[in-house]
């Protein structure tokens, strides 16, 4: 393909291909690398283009290109003069965060042992590890409302000494 002919099918289609791409996107700075790579495609595959097919093919690829952006859009995005995205730092934050949560559980737990055995087994138990309360109350030998009671009594301190401040986010 001359270069005239690139430039002819560029200037006649340049907004078409755009505006597609923008309608998918709806970021000018992204229609605009989108634009780019459909024309770059075009210029290298020329050969695989059929003449009378260039304008159903360009429509095709921005729309295309720009969904396929679109989605990845979502899963990494780059940050200015960075290469680390903004998912891998999620990530680190969500492991971090979870990591904290975890070690104030183990700090709750650990005073709500030493503030009352019973309690520690209940919530252990039954709010942590799912056991059947009707269960736990048999081992423990004390009736069902009794634990009940004891476990409401136990989150209720646990709320009182760690407050929501303490442990969210």
């Known amino acids: 393909m001359k270069l005239s002919d690139f430039n002819d099918i560029y ?3 340049y907004l078409m291909v755009m505006k597609t791409a923008f309608n998918v996107l709806q970021d000018y700075h992204y ?8 024309f770059t495609l075009l210029y ?3 050969d695989a283009v059929q003449k009378p097919y260039i304008k159903s093919w360009l429509l095709v690829t921005a729309k295309y290109k720009a969904i396929d952006f679109q989605r990845k859009k ?3 995005h780059e940050v200015c003069g960075d290469t680390v995205s903004t998912r891998f730092s999620l990530e680190f934050d969500d492991v971090e965060k979870e990591f904290l949560k975890k070690e104030f559980r183990k ?3 650990a005073e709500l042992q030493k503030k009352d055995r019973q309690w520690y ?3 252990v138990r039954v709010a942590a590890a ?5 269960h736990v109350a048999d081992e423990m030998g004390i009736s069902l409302s009794n634990l009940r009671t004891k476990q409401h009594r136990a989150k209720l301190w646990l709320r009182r000494h760690f407050s929501q401040d303490d442990y969210s986010s």
């Open 11 to 13: 200037d006649r289609y």
């Open 31 to 38: 229609a605009q690398d989108i634009c780019q790579e459909v």
């Open 44 to 46: 290298l595959n020329h």
């Open 74 to 76: 979502y899963h990494k």
């Open 107 to 109: 700090e709750a737990l």
């Open 121 to 123: 087994e209940i919530i």
């Open 130 to 134: 799912g056991e059947n309360q009707q």
